[in-house]
């Protein structure tokens, strides 16, 4: 069963949702596998997560792959940039990974709410899903604060290259994403409250508290019982009123009390709230048989 929210604004979060999701999960793809994140002026050097280039400026460009055991050698001075693998470009790279791993667990979960199986309520899922994407926000922000600041340390002339600022893309898109992925919970929750579980599965239809028949009903006053209603009252459509034109049936003692639920305190109005009727129905049928407080 494919959850489609019933108002517009439901639609309209669900669907930028979505597409805001597969934009940003595209965008951060993009810039972890990108190779230039930083580009040096003052040496011919460029680099990324994954590979450092030689030459960037000349025809002879050549690139590797990061290596602890391989120095990073300028190409026109050969001064040694880097000794081996940089500790800034290993904190990165895990940094990076993580956030790729919480993206595609929230699409996952996304996706098992759009197509809501049942079995956990659906905004469990979108609140899983805005939980992790906001701590793949913390990650990616730091990946990124790591290659900016480390990455240009005393190097005046180094630039944040075009794979860096996709990722700030993908970042703020994220952030966006989130806000109405929370948005979109506190409509769903509008429109959807939690449900109720039912031992019977008599009074719940779906997890939802069905108005019901008042069949086999005794009317109870203050401690007593008193005279089963007929079977008119079998018919008795609501909680606490009777139908509009109809005549109330004279069937208490001394034609006295003329609705049932005067015996309760007088709750004639408001109307009981049948959220409340179903757990007070629920509390009673947990109870063990004979038991009454």
Known sequence: MVFLPSNFLGRSLLGSI?????????????????????????????????RVCYGVQSASRSCSTWSSSRNTVDSTTNAI???????FIGAAQGLEITSIILYLIAGILIILGIIDLQKIPIEYMFIGAAA?????????????GVM????????????LDWAWWIGLLGLIITIICVILLIIFILDVYQ???PKLQDNNNSNFNNGYPV?????????MTM?????????????????????????VP????????????????????????????????QQLNNMPPGQFY
């Open 250 to 281: 004279q069937f208490y003692p001394n034609n006295q009390v003329q609705n049932p639920f005067v015996g309760y305190g007088g709750m004639t109005d408001p109307r009981l709230s049948p959220f409340l009727a179903a757990m007070a129905r």
């Open 223 to 247: 401690g007593q019982f008193v005279t089963p209603p007929p079977p008119a009252y079998f018919s008795y459509p609501s909680y606490n009123q009777w139908p509009a034109g109809q005549q």
């Open 18 to 50: 979505i597409f805001l999701y597969l934009f940003l999960l595209i965008l951060n793809l993009v810039s972890f596998g990108g190779l230039a994140w930083i580009t040096y002026t003052d040496y011919n050097v460029q680099f990324g997560l994954w």
């Open 148 to 159: 900016s600041v480390q990455g240009r340390n005393h190097h005046s002339g180094a630039y």
């Open 191 to 193: 429109k959807h409250p």
């Open 81 to 87: 940039i880097f000794a081996g693998q940089p500790g």
């Open 211 to 219: 108005q019901q028949q008042w069949n086999n009903f005794s009317p």
């Open 132 to 144: 992790l994407l906001f701590l793949t926000i913390i990650f990616l922000s730091a990946a990124l």
